[in-house]
């Protein structure tokens, strides 16, 4: 989830409920960027990989630029 937030707050940051199979960043436009997509792939996606996998995502710009996510693909996966 990405919210429309610069960087969370002190208070935010230790009241805020973290569950395990939630993923949560901070972005000025509130809007999923190359960055957090990429981060999101690495940190989330991949992670939970355990060989193929198809995601589906929309034709925003930020979801066309595969060879960017290929780049950070860890070897062991197809």
Known sequence: MCV???VF???VSKTMFKADNLYIT???????TKKFY???SEKVL???MEDRCILLADSWKTFTDQDAVIELKPEELQ
Do not use: N, Q, R, V
């Open 4 to 6: 429309e937030k610069e």
């Open 9 to 11: 707050g002190p208070i």
């Open 26 to 32: 901070a972005s000025t436009s509130g809007k999923m």
């Open 38 to 40: 990429l981060e999101w």
């Open 46 to 48: 991949f992670p939970h």
